[in-house]
DNA sequence: TATATTTGCATCGTGCACGATATAAGCGTG
DNA sequence: CACGCTTATATCGTGCACGATGCAAATATA
């Protein structure tokens, strides 16, 4: 029963690929409220727990390329959460650093995982697309514990 | 120390994000060599499970939404993986079948998940972004099973 | 049988992702 | 200094995702 293989279910990125788009969604109502999309709200956690780095140690902690920031941090500045700097020890280097509106941002930011993975865990919304979330979720864990238990990495 | 909440590696959603878009890297050549692309291989998994099945059937397989499913349909169709017809009975449904070009691709398919797998296990390969990706799910990993322990959904 | 509502799909606009490529600054070596 | 090489960022093209909106076919209701 080779078949069953190409079953979706089993496979573990499927499940992974759908929580990532579904939790990304349930981050949006919340994130519209800051007016920002979850990508910029990343780039902000980096700059909240460290302000002033250059755009390549933003891209490393959130392991995405330059071809996907350099737009998004544009986009930012356009909407005045960062400015964008060349350093002077070397032009290359540009330093982006949060603006007044970016640190302030962080205060309504805090709650949000907080209210998110209680909306998760209770049942108090029951919205459809909460209701995949969890489940696939749970389809998830179990996945990805099977998975664990056959390969152990050899540390 | 409410502070620690906003730390990227502290939320279950950053690791689930990297690990989703790292798996689709990862996954990314063995799919080239049969020239589609990730959400183009979920499409062709649910018809090669189940033919013949409406635009609708396949958002709900995959949680995803029409105006996703469209355009990327259109193009399975342009590379003649898949053709559309209205069903007669209902003019509103759209059928969505495989072609030959599609059936056949399934065997190419077929050994996909199990190499990809030895893949990330075996330390056979060590790109850099395959050791991000095995980083990345183990941290996925202890996450989830914290945030698993701390809520069973009660069943 | 008219009208309203629902359903299934498509279109549009915006914002990611990412491979490929470009470009300019810095660095290393002869 | 000239040369090539590396590094940091940007640009371009394509393909998702998805909210908002549109539309026609089917269905429900008056």
Redesign the pocket.
Same mark, same amino acid.
């Given at each position: 029963m080779k078949e069953e293989k190409l079953l979706l279910s089993s496979q573990i990125c499927f499940p992974i690929?759908s929580v990532s788009?579904?939790l990304?969604?349930a981050y $949006?109502p919340h994130l519209e409220e800051l007016g920002?999309?979850?990508?910029?709200y990343?780039v902000l956690m980096v700059l909240w727990e460290n302000d002033k780095v250059?755009?390549?140690?933003?891209?490393e902690k959130?392991?995405?390329?330059?071809?996907?920031?350099?737009?998004?941090? $544009?986009?930012?500045e356009k909407m005045d959460l960062v400015n964008?700097t060349?350093? $002077?020890?070397?032009?290359?280097?540009?330093?982006?650093a949060l603006t007044d509106k970016g640190r302030e941002l962080k205060t309504k930011a805090l709650p949000i995982p907080d209210r998110l993975f209680d909306e998760i865990v209770t049942d108090e919304i029951e919205i459809d697309?909460m209701l995949k979330l969890k489940d696939t979720l749970c389809e998830l864990i179990s996945v990805l514990t099977v998975k664990n238990e056959a390969s152990v990495p050899s540390e």
């Amino acid at each position: 029963m080779k078949e069953e293989k190409l079953l979706l279910s089993s496979q573990i990125c499927f499940p992974i690929y759908s929580v990532s788009r579904l939790l990304t969604k349930a981050y $949006k109502p919340h994130l519209e409220e800051l007016g920002i999309t979850y990508p910029q709200y990343l780039v902000l956690m980096v700059l909240w727990e460290n302000d002033k780095v250059s755009v390549n140690q933003i891209t490393e902690k959130l392991l995405l390329n330059t071809n996907t920031m350099s737009p998004l941090l $544009k986009r930012m500045e356009k909407m005045d959460l960062v400015n964008r700097t060349r350093s $002077k020890e070397d032009e290359r280097i540009v330093i982006v650093a949060l603006t007044d509106k970016g640190r302030e941002l962080k205060t309504k930011a805090l709650p949000i995982p907080d209210r998110l993975f209680d909306e998760i865990v209770t049942d108090e919304i029951e919205i459809d697309d909460m209701l995949k979330l969890k489940d696939t979720l749970c389809e998830l864990i179990s996945v990805l514990t099977v998975k664990n238990e056959a390969s152990v990495p050899s540390e």
